[in-house]
């Protein structure tokens, strides 16, 4: 499997945009989790966001996750040699603190090589990313 993903982040305007892409670079169609594609405000914590420097993570104050078992219409197909960009706003999902501080944002999911078997995911992180917000 040979898929990549990465963020990019517009913190202007007192919102917080992550745009994630993802790329398969592949011979195979794959999966990936159907929020990242569609989801104007995906449920539970998709991203890690974490002060910068020190660590800590900003606490995700956002509408939680459904559980339940996995289902094939909770993935969304990228076909090879494709890509897929999404935008998300995640200023009210995550516990900003207020003034202007650096941040360091990641994704660390899962890819699927195969619609048939839920449970065989792949890990599919993303490279950190710094971004500066202002939150009033």
Sequence with gaps: MNVHASLSVDARHDKV?????????????????????????????VFDVRAHPGGAPIPYVGPAAAHGTPAAADWFELQPHSAHTHTIDITADYAFTPGDHTYELRYAGA???DIHQLE???P?????????????
């Design 124 to 136: 599919l992180v993303t490279e950190p990313v710094l971004f500066r917000h202002i939150t009033p």
């Design 111 to 113: 890819v699927l090589g």
């Design 17 to 45: 945009w992550i745009t994630f892409r993802a790329e398969n670079r592949g011979e195979r169609r794959v999966w990936l989790p159907r929020a990242l594609a569609y989801d104007p405000r995906p449920a539970g914590r």
């Design 120 to 122: 065989a995911t792949t």
